[in-house]
């Protein structure tokens, strides 16, 4: 195993008029101890909390990850705070069909999904295991359900995308053959994540889900598996937010060991099993043999 990198970011307290959060600090806390945990402590940590995350801050953390991590490493990026969208300009009118861009709300400004994709992809090309969770909404309106408030904001007025450097762009692809990080997200892009009250304090539905599967997983679980299990713990606390995973293909990825622990033991189930809202579910259909209408 080689060296383990984190950049935790999480952003409670909004500069006006954005509506502050409550859930987010407490996230990032739980996942470093998760961190911290698995490694023995001996991971690299930093931690970008409130005003210290600015979209220099997260960009350049990613940077200096891209300039220490190299084969064997595991780098892990880790998002909680306001999702944003705002109409889409020049070359991000071509790939957004809704004419929307979605983007992290980071403390002074907006950092474009495209923008964090090229960031991680290049961290990746170094050879190193790169894996992204964002906690927070890219969706086009903010509500309140109950005790649970939607982390997505309008954009501050003043707020304006700037070019982050070079290699950094919209769009901006890898060559051929370089490997491409895995990213786990709270919700579709048309839906609002959301922080519940737990206990006596805040956290944010997808952090606890995934925070919680991890934990009753084994060591080799991969990112599949994982996010089957956060999603279907997801989808029973709260309504209309289903996790998604990128890239999804199979023999990708998304099929590797959690934070590139230790290769699987024993034999591998062909499909996952889950129980989610409205009952369990298995990812299998007429095509392997299950006809319409089967029950148990």
């Excluded at 409550?22 to 001996?42: F, K, Q, S, Y």
């Excluded at 060591?219 to 995973?245: C, F, I, M």
Aim: aromatic share 6%; charged share 20%; with cysteine.
């Amino acid at each position: 195993m080689g060296e383990t990198y984190a950049l935790l970011v999480g952003i409670d307290a909004y500069p006006e008029p954005l509506r502050s959060l409550r859930g987010c600090l407490a996230d990032v806390a739980a996942v470093g101890a998760m961190v911290r945990a698995r490694t023995g402590g001996a991971a690299h940590l930093t931690e970008l909390a409130d005003e210290k995350a600015t979209v220099d801050a997260v960009a350049g953390g990613l940077r200096l990850l891209a300039g220490r991590a190299g084969p064997g490493d595991t780098v892990f990026f880790w998002y909680s705070g306001h999702g944003t969208t705002f109409d889409a300009e020049g070359p991000a009118l071509l790939t957004e069909p809704s004419g929307r861009s979605q983007a992290l709300a980071c403390h002074d400004g907006p950092l474009l999904d495209r923008q964090l994709g090229t960031l991680l992809d290049t961290v990746a090309a170094t050879g190193a295991h790169v894996a992204a969770c964002l906690d927070c909404c890219h969706s086009a309106g903010a509500t309140r359900e109950g005790t649970a408030t939607v982390r997505w904001t309008p954009p501050a007025p003043h707020w304006r995308v700037r070019p982050l450097g070079p290699g950094v762009r919209d769009a901006a692809p890898l060559p051929e053959g370089r490997r491409r990080h895995v990213l786990l997200a709270a919700c579709q892009n048309h839906q609002t994540a959301k922080e519940i009250a737990l206990g006596t304090g805040h956290r944010g539905a997808f952090s606890v889900s995934l925070l919680d599967a991890v934990a009753a997983a084994p060591a080799w679980s991969t990112y599949r598996e994982l996010l089957a299990a956060a999603g279907a713990r997801v989808e029973r606390t709260v309504h209309d937010q289903h996790p998604a995973l990128y890239p999804a293909e199979l023999d990708g990825p998304a099929d590797t060991a959690f934070l590139g622990e230790a290769p699987r033991r024993g034999a591998t189930a062909p499909f996952l099993l889950r129980r989610a809202e409205a009952g369990w579910e298995v990812d299998c259909g007429a095509g392997h043999g299950l006809p319409q209408g089967s029950g148990a």
